[in-house]
Every structure is written in C-alpha cells, then in structure tokens.
C-alpha cells in the first residue's frame, strides 16, 4: 500500500492529512505501508506526530523518497532510528563528464571544477556505497589522505557518490601531460605507497586480500598443469597473514594532487594484506594489462606503455629502496606470478576465450606464468635480502645493494669502504669455490640494529659446506715469498668486522659479518 | 502514589478541542487501565470542577490540570498547569484574560472576512461561536463551510483564515506559570521539542527557552510524550535533569480528534520513571474519589 504525501505538512493541515491516511488505510491494519513522500516539500512537527501514529497501527512503516530537507529533520528528530527512511537522491547526469577513473566497482567522472562523481557497476549499489564510505572513513582515521564523499546521487539506473575534489588532478595527467615530472610523481606515489604498506589495521576491519589471491589461484589451477597449478596455490599458501594496509588499485588514475596534498581515492577495494599483493595489481595496471596490446594503458591512463613500463620500474626500484637490477626483477617476477593468475582468470571470467585475441592473451601469460613458477620458490620478499647467481660478475650488484642499504643507516665512509673490502672477500670466494665446477644462488642480508648501531650482513649459499674461520690466520709476520697464497682475505676481513661467525645449518653455509659503527 | 501505574496527564475534552465528554473520558480512561490521569483543556478549567463529583473510589485518581497558550517575543509556548485550585483568583484570571483575547481575535477575524472578502455572518452564527468555551479558527472554518463560503475546512484555512495575519495580543508564559504557581499549581512546560506543537526546539534552542522560563517559575517538563520519538525523549530527559525539573507524561489525547489512545506516552516507558517524574506524583495534589 503506497501513500503520497505532497506539499507541505504543518498544524494547519496535519489534521486533514491523518484523516486521509486513516481513510486509506482503513481496514488495513498490520499491512505493509510505504509513505512516498517524493512530493514532500516540508513537514512540521505537528506533520511528524501525524507518521508516528500512522508507525504505531503500521509498525512496518517505511517511507520513500524524502528530499534532503525533510530528511534533515526526520533526522535531527530520530524519526530514522525509529523507522526506515530512504533519501530520495539526487539525479546528476555525466554526459559529457571527464571520466577520471575506472575501478573494479565503478567509474569516476569529474562533473565541476572540485567535484567528482563515482557510478557504480553493481546492482547492488548502495551497499558498495556504504562498504566505501565505512572503508574511507577507517582509512582517514588510520592516517592516509583520502576523499570521503558527502552525497549519494542517482545516476542513470544506478547510484553514485560524490566526493569534492578541489582542482585536483590525477598522477596519470600529470604524467601524460608533464613528463618531466615523472621523477617527482615516483617519489610521491611511492612515499604515499609506504606510508599505506606501514598502516596497522585493527582485526577484521578490512578484507584480507590472500583469500582473494587464494580463489585466483584455485580457479587458475585448472587452466595450468597439474604440478605448476600446485606450486601456484602453495606459494600462494605461503604467504603469511598480514594485518597492514593495502590499497588493491593502486595505480596513477587513483593517486590525486589536490592543491600540494597528495589523496588517495577508489577505496572500495582496501584491504589487507602483504605488499606482493599489491605490487602485483600495480604490475597489472602499468604492464600486465597492456602487454598484448600496448595501447591499452594510453586508453586507460593517457600515457604510453613506454611511459607506465619507467614508471613502474622506477617506482619499484624507490618502494625496495634500490637500483639493484637483480633485486628489482626478483620482486616483480613474484609480482607478475600474481598478476598473470588474475589476468589469466578475470579474461577467463569474461568470456574471453571465444575470441582469437582472448585465447592468445592467455597463451601468452600462462607460458610466463609457467616459467616464473618454475624459477620461482617463494613469493615473500624482504627489502633487506638479495638472491642472485653467486658469479663474480655479480660482484658489483652486491656491492650496490649493500652500499644502498648501509648509507640508510648513515655509515661512516671509512667503514663503509671496510665493509665493501670485506664482502669482496667473502661474495669471490663463495662464487669461486661454493659451487664449483657448477653455480649456484647466494642469498646476502643486510641488516641495521640501533643502540649501538650495528650493520650485520649475512650471506648463505647452498655449496659444499666451508667454514672459513677454521683455517689458522696466516703470519702475516713472516716476509711475503714466505707466507702461504690465499687465506689473506679472510683474515682482513676479521681484522676489519667486530665479529664474524661462521654456521652450517640446513645445507646452508651461513657466514655473518657484524661492524659496530 | 505509585508511578509504575499507567498514568495520563495530558488529555483533551469538550471544553477544548477534545470529543470525549467528562464522562466519556472517565470511562475511557478506566478502560485503558489507566490509574491516575489529568484533564488538560486548551485555556480552560472548566474540567477541574466538572470531574472531581464524578470520581469513583475505585479509581482513577485525578490531578486538576490546563494547557495554556502562550506567546512572547521569543516564540510560543504551551504551558501545562497541574494540581492548581480551581477557585483561586490568579488562575481564573488568567482564563477570562485569555478568553477575552480569543473573542477579540475571533471577532477581528470576521471583520476581516467581511473587509476583505465580503463574508456576511449572521448575527445569531456569531452569538453562537462566540459563546463556546474556546472558539477559534476552526470553529470559525467550520461555519465559512456550512454557509458556503469554502467548500471545505481546509480550503477555509488555506484560502482565508491563514492569510489573514494581524498582531494581538497573547497570554505572556510568565504570567501563565505565575498564576498557576500562585493557585497552588505546579507549572510544567508542555511537549518542550514541539514548542506550541508546530515547531522543532532541540539543543541550544531548547536551552535558551528553558533558562528564561525557569527563571520565570517553571518547575517541570513534559518528558514523556505519544508524539516523541526514544531520541526527543532523551533529551527532554536530560534537560528536566541538568534543570532539576519535575518530568511528566501525556498522551495528548483528543478523543476522536486524533488517533491517538489514552495512556499512550510514547515510545519510552514512563514506568521507567526518573527521578523528576516521581517527586512530581510526589509533590503534585492528587485528588481521589
């Protein structure tokens, strides 16, 4: 049963307009009744009483279609913690609207100088619209720069919500329209990119991303053989929970500049979880989704594929705080296993492989998939640990990786060159002897410890077990044609570090080196 | 006095705008299973002396009551005035004030339907509406109809009588709660977040109003009322406390004016009674049959 309620609503009417309720509602006690109040333009306290009698014969009682004045004072009155009130919203129209962005949910259009409009895809709108809300309000209160939206407004058949965004322009503008700021733009996205991976979330507020990870590589185990399909889950099994922030779309459209502030918008897909994650949805908007057809990214982006490959790279190489080569393809290959599991199911998901292009696009990913799988033996990363071929040519990759990381903790040049002297030593003789006549991986960890302030750096290889310490320090007293060949280095290595410890444990040699500083 | 009984301390009769008679509203009262109840009619306490004789000894108990309205520079106000004696001089004084006001509105209103519109009322129309307890505008709607001047009440309201706005003169809230108080009565303002039933006082406003009337005498608050809502209740609540007022409970009642039930003060139980609304049962006279 449908009720209108038009006009105004005030003592000098209340009277009359509870007697035509009550006439059609006579004899339909207990039924379900909305009040369409769409034709409501005011409404008094003396109108207010004429519902809540109307509530207590109905206690069903919804009603539709409020303005926002009279929701207002439904509102300040607590007639919308008595009964259902739904707002009547808006209608924008974003024909001719610049689309500024486009998620998993919804696409953003600006629709005047400082206000956006997001249009959700679902039917179910409204609910996505309250789950981004609560989510962008957590994510304020955790401390990133975000747009909360103020209104709700009906868009077509569905619903957006609008966010004021003064001035603000995209990262992927400013990159599309001023390279030369590309460096600029890398250090932001990236400090605000940490500044998310270091946010605690309390327990259960977001949803945790590794599930999501976990039923892409469910659903892909079934395309790929049986054996890779399996390394796929377990690696993915591996990755342990984790209770900090992850945007989930990361990329330049959802990045905006607002006066001098960066923000963070299209929150509807926070989560949390560890960083690959998102590293690997990163990897998808710069690379993976446009790899078959690079002119994807300018359509999506508005900068070349050449521009989003730079700056991905630089981006990854700021977030691991290195320009390590090794270290940086070491994460994005963990980050493209990822991003290829959920290209290869989402092009499945859309029916894709009716077609030509669908089919080869997922030739092409599962082969890479299979061969990262098969090179590939965890996807956890550390920023502080280095894998690569122990050969001497990779010599100057691990002096690199070391140097960046002791200059963070402000090292001494006097000791820095000592401890680069030191893993000399120690990175030839482990590429020379470990695995000779074969080769074969070295790991080297460098870690920082405050009070005192100590660098240790680590290094394991799978060689044939050799502890250096075991052999007697050479005499150094003795005349040079004297003294034995070999067995220097190790010494000054000693000589140099505060300590040095040597273990065999799990088929690993394990030689730490620690310098006070 | 037991305040965990039904109690209904805000109802209409036919000396206001009400339907019910005295004995109709004794009746109805009994049958809703209410225990103590007050009769408070729009300016008059006509009631006050009507009801007592018909009491019974099995109940309900009854507690003289009247509903001013009143008005000032600051807004408009209903101010409930309950266990006053009906024969004292400031009380009656203030009725025949007030009725001398509304005949004087009612006649400048039919000389402004006769001005401006050329409405003729017969002289013998006019006795009549002005002998009523209490006429008004819709007395006043209800003849324009019945001589076919509007072809309903509400086209009388909208058309004419809202129109026609002219300044008179009000009964002023102090002097309403000082004739109560000085008649023995306990002054109470009237659902507080409605002011004079067609407005919203919340927060600030509500502050404001509440300060300069308690300095005039106002002892209490209707706290519990059919047409609040949990939330409004609440905050009259919390006002009565941070005020030390006295809290009462109403349904204004009209009869079959309103759907609203005898005994109905809303959606909070008033059996969960604060403080305020026991010393009320406690101080107020409490007249039994």
Redesign the interface.
């Known amino acids: 049963m449908i009720i209108n309620l038009n006009g105004r609503i005030?003592?000098?009417?209340a009277?009359?307009v509870?007697n035509d309720i009550?006439e059609q509602l006579s004899g339909r006690d207990g039924a379900p009744v909305e009040i369409d109040a769409s034709g409501l333009e005011y409404i008094?306290?003396?109108g207010?009483?004429v519902l809540?009698?109307v509530r207590?014969?109905h206690p069903d009682m919804r009603i539709t279609g409020v303005n926002s004045e009279v929701w207002e004072?439904l509102d300040?009155?607590?007639?919308t913690?008595?009964m259902e009130v739904e707002k009547a919203y808006r209608v924008v129209s974003i024909e001719g609207c610049e689309e500024i962005g486009r998620g998993a949910n919804g696409t953003i259009y600006r629709i005047d100088r400082d206000n956006v409009v997001k249009v959700y895809n679902n039917a179910d709108a409204l609910s996505d619209i309250q789950h981004e809300r609560e989510v962008a309000k957590l994510a304020l209160i955790l401390g990133i720069p975000t747009a909360i939206s103020y209104d709700v407004v009906r868009v077509g058949e569905s619903y957006g919500s609008v966010f004021e965004l003064l001035n603000a322009r995209s990262f992927s503008k400013i990159l599309a329209n001023e390279p030369e700021r590309m460096d600029w733009c890398v250090k932001e996205y990236v400090d605000l990119l940490r500044k998310i991976h270091a946010t605690v979330v309390p327990e259960g507020k977001l949803p945790d991303m590794k599930e999501t990870a976990l039923s892409w590589a469910r659903f892909v185990r079934d395309y790929i053989p049986a054996e890779a399909g399996d390394k796929l889950l377990s690696l993915v099994e591996a990755i342990p929970h984790d209770d900090h922030m992850i945007h989930g779309d990361y990329h330049t459209k959802n990045v905006e500049l607002q006066n001098d502030e960066v923000l963070l918008i299209d929150m509807d897909t926070l989560s949390v979880g560890h960083p690959i994650f998102e590293l690997a949805s990163m990897f998808n908007a710069f690379i993976g989704f446009s790899e078959y057809d690079h002119d994807n990214i300018l359509r999506f982006q508005g900068f070349d594929f050449e521009t989003g490959s730079a700056f991905w790279h630089k981006s990854l190489e700021a977030y691991l705080g290195t320009s390590c080569e090794t270290k940086i393809r070491e994460v994005e290959d963990k980050a493209r296993i990822i991003g290829y599991t959920r290209m290869i199911r989402r092009t499945v998901m859309r029916g894709e492989t009716e077609t030509e292009e669908g089919r080869e696009k997922i030739k092409m990913w599962t082969e890479e998939l299979l061969g990262l799988l098969k090179k590939t033996d965890t996807l956890l990363f550390s920023r502080n640990e280095l894998e690569l071929e122990a050969v001497k040519e990779n010599l100057d990759e691990v002096q690199l990786f070391v140097g960046e990381r002791i200059e963070e903790a402000d090292c001494p040049p006097k000791a820095q060159m000592q401890i680069a002297v030191a893993v000399e030593e120690i990175f030839i003789n482990i590429a020379s002897y470990a695995y000779a006549p074969d080769k074969g991986k070295a790991t080297v960890r460098v870690e920082v410890s405050e009070n005192p302030v100590t660098v240790t750096i680590t290094f394991v290889d799978h060689g044939v077990p050799y502890d250096p310490l075991a052999k007697e320090d050479p005499d150094v007293t003795l005349p040079a044609e004297q003294r034995e060949i070999g067995g220097l280095g190790i010494f000054m290595t000693k000589k140099i570090m505060d300590d040095v410890t040597y273990a065999y444990r799990d088929g690993q040699n394990i030689l730490m080196l620690k310098k006070n500083l | 006095m037991d305040y965990t009984e039904k109690i209904d301390l805000h109802m209409h009769t036919v000396f206001s705008d009400g339907t019910d008679t005295p004995e109709e509203i004794i009746a109805r009262v009994r049958e809703s299973g209410i225990g103590l109840f007050s009769v408070t009619d729009h300016d008059g306490i006509k009631a006050a002396s009507a009801i007592p004789p018909l009491l019974s000894e099995d109940g309900p108990a009854f507690i003289t009551g009247v509903e001013f309205s009143c008005r000032d520079g600051e807004g408009k106000y209903h101010v409930l005035g309950y266990g006053y004696d009906p024969d004292a001089l400031p009380i009656r004084k203030i009725v025949e004030r007030g009725h001398r006001l509304r005949i004087k509105k009612v006649r400048a209103r039919l000389e402004l339907l006769r001005t401006n519109f050329g409405f003729s009322f017969p002289r013998e129309d006019i006795e009549e509406l002005l002998s009523q307890d209490n006429p008004g505008k819709p007395h006043i709607a209800n003849l324009m109809v019945r001589l076919g001047y509007a072809a309903s009440k509400e086209q009388a309201f909208a058309d004419y009588l809202n129109r026609m706005k002219f300044n008179s003169e009000y009964v002023r809230p102090e002097d309403a709660i000082r004739g109560i108080a000085e008649s023995g009565g306990i002054p109470v303002l009237a659902h507080p977040c409605y002011g004079d039933g067609d407005q919203l006082i919340l927060g600030e406003d509500m502050d404001r109003r509440l300060r300069r009337l308690t300095e005039f005498g106002l002892k209490g608050v209707e706290g519990f009322y059919s047409g609040f809502t949990p939330r409004l209740c609440r905050e009259t609540l919390s006002f009565a406390e941070r005020y030390g007022l006295y809290v009462t409970a109403g349904s204004d009642y009209h009869g079959k004016n309103k759907m609203i039930a005898p005994g109905d003060t809303g959606p909070v139980n008033a059996a969960d009674a604060p403080e305020g609304l026991r010393r009320f049962l406690a101080d107020v006279k409490i007249i039994n049959g």
């Open positions: 005030d003592s000098n009417n009277a009359q509870e009550t008094s306290s003396a207010l009483r809540l009698r207590k014969t004072i300040m009155t607590g007639f913690e008595m």
